[in-house]
């Protein structure tokens, strides 16, 4: 018997071999990964953090587990809302079109017997039923977007209508599905289509450091364009993916939402956003009060005001022995003060 299935195992492709061990993996250790991740994932994004900003605090992370904790829930749900964006309108539109009962006998009936005509089959169902509708849409709002801005909102949701009913009554056609077909394909799309609006438009947002580092402007607008329709490519493959299952489309699409988050800065990002949400650091400040101690004993080199304040401060640490400054307009210097001195923060 395990003879067997070291030999049903060796046959499987490099795929099916990862989502097999994945699931094994999970099924044996799930209660040991649940307790060690969280901890181990919050405590990298604070080191992180630390060495981004090159100083490491006087602040014991071990005693407050608790921000472990919800640092990594923040990258959890990061990652999470991308996965979910990327795996629920294939799934969605799988399950409640291709697979009902009369579309799936008609799309059987309707495939070739030879491969090559098989493979040609399949890449027009997938083309028309993810890929060409979420490449169209996404490249129409670029187009909305960067065109006719104050007509964004409205076309989020219009945009969808005649979408889907084109591509609806072209499933329909080719491959001879039922009547008012279309109607069905149009009602079970427009939903994940604005799913996908989402996550191409939530990526663009985290980039948008990126794009606006690019210098011609040219640049900038086929980016506008080109982020968005890789986007929805990738979003078309997680779709595809749907055909094997749910675990296939979540592997897919934690990919590929590892893949967006790293190239979208997003990852880059994470611990400036997680120290931030619990209001450690990461911010800018109106207004720095320090004692009248400090302005005798501190340094000359600080541009401090005859009431011993600091003016629009980037705090990057306000916790423990020291809080950690960046100041100086455009020669930033970082500094770090003494927490007795402090007196108010103004945000």
């Keep these: 018997m395990d003879q067997q299935s070291k030999q049903s195992t060796s046959e499987l492709d ?16 799930f209660s040991l990964i ?39 829930m923040i990258g959890f749900l990061l990652i999470g809302a991308l996965v979910f964006a990327l795996s629920l309108p294939g799934l969605a539109i799988y399950h409640l079109f291709h697979n009902t009962k009369q579309i799936k006998e008609d799309l059987k009936y309707a495939a070739p017997y030879t491969e090559p005509e098989k493979t040609w089959h399949v890449l027009w169902l997938i083309g028309l039923s993810f890929a060409a509708p979420y ?67 939530s990526v663009l947002t985290d980039a948008e450091s990126i794009i606006s580092g690019i210098q011609t402007e040219h640049l900038q607008t086929a980016a506008l364009y080109l982020i968005p329709l ?36 997003a990852l880059a990002g994470l611990p400036d956003r997680v120290i931030r949400d619990f209001g450690l650091g990461s911010y800018q400040a109106k207004h720095i009060w320090l004692s009248n101690d400090y302005c005798i004993e501190g340094s000359s080199s600080l541009s401090l005001s005859d009431d011993c304040s600091l003016q629009d401060v980037h705090v990057i640490w306000n916790q423990g022995d020291t809080i950690v400054l960046r100041i100086g307009g455009n020669e930033k210097q970082q500094v770090q003060i003494p927490s007795r001195y402090l007196k108010a923060i103004v945000k």
Excluded: E
């Excluded at 490249?139 to 005649?162: D, E, K, V």
């Excluded at 078309?236 to 800065?265: D, K, N, R, W």
């Design 135 to 201: 490449a169209i849409y996404s490249l129409s709002l670029s187009y909305i977007l960067i065109n006719y801005t104050s007509l964004f909102a409205a076309t989020i949701f219009i945009a969808p209508i005649p979408i889907t009913l084109f591509f609806g009554i072209a499933l329909q056609i080719k491959f001879s599905l039922p009547k008012f077909s279309f109607l069905k394909y149009l009602t079970t799309t427009y939903a994940p289509l604005l799913l996908i609006c989402w996550l191409t438009f």
């Design 34 to 72: 649940a307790k060690l991740l969280p901890p181990i994932i919050g405590f990298s994004i604070f080191i992180a953090y630390f060495y981004q900003h090159n100083f490491y605090p006087s602040f014991d992370l071990f005693q407050f587990s608790s921000l472990l904790f919800g640092a990594a």
């Design 14 to 29: 490099p795929i099916d071999k990862v989502v097999q061990a994945t699931r094994q993996l999970f099924n044996k250790n």
């Design 230 to 265: 890789g986007i929805s490519l990738l979003a078309a493959i997680c779709s595809m993916a749907a055909y094997g299952g749910v675990s296939y489309s979540l592997h897919f699409s934690f990919f590929f939402a590892l893949v967006i988050s790293f190239y979208s800065g």
